[in-house]
């Protein structure tokens, strides 16, 4: 789906979340869910108590496993767990989730507010190659470099622009197009693993 039609489901270029997608698939996936619910559950996501990686851990917890939420049924307070996605059935097509495909999605760091659009070449505004939604959740972010680009694609050489002086987080984790991923004993690639010291 081309950007432009993305960025008009969204307030600005600092909201990720495509609200009326989610919206609809929190309903869709918990059938006794109403709009007005939807929208807190929205709202508890996107204002967490939580920051830096105990945050990150909160919303895969919630994910993944779903979001308790008090609501009124009947006169007396229930506690039903919010599911995000149909895990059950994955496939397009076939189960309950939506999935969106975009490139370029635009989004600007930094605690700005306001509608005003940053120009094409403005360090604030980030733009992935591709992005994965599935139900509104931008879940896979990608950046896909042309193997034609020797200067990139030199073994251990990558490391995003946006990345470079960043800390030794990322130099420990520079990854190159041209090496297939290795695994670490622990089952997932290498790079993403804990660096030995």
Known sequence: MAREELA???????HMLLRGRLTSALMRLNQWMTEDQ????????????ETGLARNQAIHEYLALGMPLTVDHGGRQETPTVRFFDFDHPEPGVGLNEYVVTTQ?????????GARRASEDDERVVKPDLVLFVDGIPLVVMEAKA??????CRPGSF????????????????????EPPRSSPWGIPAWMAKPET
């Open 105 to 113: 999605f635009r989004v600007r760091r930094g605690s700005e507010r």
């Open 159 to 178: 490391t995003p622009p946006r990345f470079e002086g960043r800390g030794s987080f990322m130099r420990r984790r520079s990854i190159s197009c041209c």
């Open 38 to 49: 939807a929208q807190r559950v929205i709202f508890n996501l996107q204002h967490l108590d």
């Open 147 to 152: 193997p034609t680009l020797l200067e990139v």
């Open 8 to 14: 008009a489901e969204r307030d600005d270029e600092r």
